[in-house]
């Protein structure tokens, strides 16, 4: 069983910037695609970001052009850089893995607990 730390979350006003970190319990970064959801009360978890195992990304509409992923395979650890955050950001964020496993068996999914992100206005 994989466990992903978070960190990085807290409150800053509109504008400002945080970047959280994931650090998986295993070495999986460099066998895993890595990603960031989020979730804000009442709605529905979304796809924020993700990041092959070839360092190729891509992120949701809302979120271009502000956000950054990225990972160190020598730390094990996944980054989201985000910028020029806006109240519409809050949310708690998620860090996930999707693993793949030998033969036939489908990948692995495990979910990291969240870090709360709160954007004021």
């Known amino acids: 069983q994989v466990q992903l730390q978070e960190s990085g979350g807290g409150s800053v006003q509109a504008g400002g910037s945080l970047k959280l970190s994931c650090t998986p319990s295993?070495?999986?970064?460099?066998?895993?695609?890595m990603g960031w959801h989020r979730q804000a009360p009442g709605k529905e978890r979304e796809l924020v970001s993700t990041i092959n195992r070839d360092g190729t990304t891509n992120y949701v509409e809302s979120v271009k052009d502000r956000f950054t992923i990225s990972q160190d395979n020598s730390k094990n650890t996944v980054y989201l850089q985000m910028n020029s955050l806006k109240p519409e950001d809050t949310a708690v964020y998620y860090c996930?893995?999707?693993?793949?496993?030998?033969?036939?068996?489908?990948?692995?999914?495990?979910w990291g607990q969240g870090t709360q992100v709160t954007v004021s206005s």
């Open positions: 996930a893995a999707d693993c793949p496993r030998r033969g036939i068996l489908p990948a692995e999914k495990f």
């Open positions: 295993r070495s999986i970064v460099d066998m895993c695609e």
